[in-house]
Nanobody, 123 residues
Framework: QVQVHDSGGREVRAGGSLRLSCKASEGTFTAYNVAWFRQSPVEERQFVAAINSVGDDTYYAGSVKGRFSISRDNAENTVYLQMNSLKPEDTAVYYC????????????????WGQGTQVTVSS
């Protein structure tokens, strides 16, 4: 069973930056594709960004492209989501998700999830 722990969320002013971390324990980290999703009280869970197991391919939701950056440090079993130029509409609970089979934007393709970390962007 893969344990996923996401962290780094807090309140920040619009225009500010945050870096979220996702650490996975157990298993072979280099075999995991990892994605970030987010969910607000008024919206369904939506895809934010994903990175493949090797770390040489990434893709992003249109709403965050150019502002967010996903990366990974396989030596530390950690994936990061650097979020810049934050907007109030980025406010949500952010979840890290891990898959050994899929590299996609679909939540159903991910088997292991973190508990979520709250990001609040104030105007």
């Amino acid at each position: 069973q893969v344990q996923v722990h996401d962290s780094g969320g807090r309140e920040v002013r619009a225009g500010g930056s945050l870096r979220l971390s996702c650490k996975a324990s157990e298993g072979t980290f280099t075999a995991y594709n990892v994605a970030w999703f987010r969910q607000s009280p008024v919206e369904e869970r939506q895809f934010v960004a994903a990175i493949n197991s090797v770390g040489d391919d990434t893709y992003y939701a249109g709403s965050v492209k150019g502002r967010f950056s996903i990366s990974r440090d396989n030596a530390e079993n950690t994936v990061y989501l650097q979020m810049n130029s934050l907007k109030p509409e980025d406010t949500a609970v952010y979840y890290c998700a891990v898959s050994t089979r899929h590299y996609s934007k679909y939540p159903d393709h991910y088997s292991y999830w973190g508990q979520g970390t709250q990001v609040t962007v104030s105007s």
